[in-house]
């Protein structure tokens, strides 16, 4: 009974959130339709901001908080996997996408090994996998942030009983 009232809270509380606050997507793309294209289809359902660069995602996440980045993999001056390795330091939250429009294995593991990739689509996407993909990343998000503040709640309670414990052991 428990964990069934535990889950029923759990999932109300996550589609409450899920409507008041919208999913923040960076897409990045070079290609101008690409964008356009992913920003008419998921505007309604997501708080969506698109980049035609590497650069210019950086500015949009100093700006914005951002709970999934997709990017393409092929962009001129810096590749969708060098992208999020260079703000892996400073942007290591945000679950990460990775587009292609070509079947290299070598950018698939580059991907998952130095860009940090929650998953891999090829291009064309399809609609209906891409977004229950930026779902799914959402889910993984939001619990990551959740054991994070928890761990950080558990740090400061131990730190406050150590404290305690220091003071009956002084008297």
């Not at 964008?35 to 949009?60: C, M, P």
């Not at 990775?98 to 593991?109: K, M, P, R, S």
């Not at 291009?123 to 761990?151: G, S």
Request: glycine share 2%; aromatic share 8%; with cysteine.
């Amino acid at each position: 009974y428990c964990t069934k009232t535990l889950t029923l809270y759990s999932n109300a509380h996550s589609k409450k959130h899920m409507a008041e606050n919208k999913i923040n997507i960076l897409y990045v793309d070079d290609e101008q339709n690409n964008l356009v294209s992913f920003k008419a289809t998921f505007r309604i359902k997501y708080n969506v901001h698109t980049a035609i660069s590497g650069e210019d995602a950086i500015k949009i996440l100093r700006a914005n908080p951002i709970d999934i980045i997709i990017t393409d993999q092929r962009m001129p001056n810096m590749t969708g996997v060098e992208f999020l390795e260079s703000i892996l330091d400073e942007y290591p939250d945000p679950m990460r996408i990775l587009l292609t429009g070509y079947a290299d294995l070598n950018a698939v593991i580059d991907a998952v090994n130095k860009g940090k990739i929650f998953h891999y689509l090829t291009k064309p996407w399809n609609e209906e996998e891409l977004d229950l993909t930026i779902k799914r990343a959402f889910e993984v998000y939001t619990l990551r942030k959740d054991e994070k503040e928890l761990t950080e709640k558990l740090g400061v309670t131990n730190a406050q009983l150590e404290f305690l414990l220091r003071q009956q052991l002084l008297s």
